[in-house]
């Protein structure tokens, strides 16, 4: 599985829109790019996933580029509750279906 | 539907004990896995399984066992507690095919070993 990249935290202001970075610059073609989060020590929860395009859904955007180096999970409107530790996983479907997990980014939004 | 349980929550062990954590989920998932979390690291993977009476290892699983009986049931012993396997144990599980692969996760068990 591709190896993933994130800086080790960053902060938000709240309302605004968070922008977390992830490098996979060795990603391959079937490897999907997986978010989850973990809210302080609860178990981690899905948040999106893309190949190519990028993807919305009621919790966040995926940008990912176009030559699948990079990719971005934005949060449109932060809240207090989305401080966690985001982590980014490269995945491949079909395979052993297994997540491999980085240390992730930790998000702290302040009032 | 309950998701994934685990019990139970915190748990205390002597060095040389041993113990099963439980994992059970309500959500037909073929596959469930097993994963560690230690102070300040992410999450790593202990041992899965993709269906029931199949399972393999994943990366950390000296000194541990798993068994998949039922699909719902994804029991995890410690064989002998080392101070080592101090940590936070996730269980999850997910649903083979399909679009998406996300896993659902348990609430965790903290173990402490003394």
């Known amino acids: 599985d591709a190896k993933t990249t994130q800086p080790p935290s960053m902060d938000c202001a709240e309302g605004r829109a968070a922008n977390l970075p992830c490098n996979h610059s060795?990603?391959?073609?079937?490897?999907?790019v997986y978010w989850y989060r973990q809210i302080h020590s609860q178990g981690p929860q899905y948040i999106i996933h893309?190949?190519?395009n990028n993807e919305t859904n009621e919790m966040a955007s995926l940008i990912i580029t176009e030559d699948r180096k990079s990719s971005t999970l934005i949060l449109p409107h932060a809240t207090l509750r989305d401080t966690a530790v985001y982590y980014c996983?490269?995945?491949?479907?079909?395979?052993?279906?297994?997540?491999?997990f980085g240390k992730g980014t930790k998000l702290t939004v302040n009032p | 539907n309950a998701g994934v349980t685990q019990t139970p929550k915190f748990q205390v062990l002597k060095t040389g004990q041993s113990m099963t954590l439980q994992c059970a989920q309500d959500?037909?998932?073929?596959?469930m896995s097993w994963y560690r979390q230690d102070p300040g690291m992410g999450l790593r993977l202990i041992h899965y399984?993709?269906?029931?009476?199949?399972?393999d290892q994943g990366e950390v699983p000296n000194g541990y066992n798993v068994s998949r009986s039922t699909t719902e049931d994804f029991p995890l012993r410690l064989l002998s507690a080392a101070p080592s396997q101090t940590s936070v144990y996730f269980c999850?599980?997910?649903?083979?095919?399909?679009?998406?692969?996300?896993?659902?996760f348990g609430p965790g068990t903290r173990l402490t070993v003394t």
């Open positions: 996983i490269a995945f491949i479907q079909g395979g052993s279906e297994k997540l491999v």
């Open positions: 999850a599980s997910n649903k083979a095919g399909g679009r998406a692969r996300e896993q659902y």
């Open positions: 060795t990603i391959s073609g079937n490897e999907y």
């Open positions: 399984s993709v269906g029931a009476g199949i399972t």
């Open positions: 959500m037909n998932h073929e596959y």
């Open positions: 893309g190949l190519k």
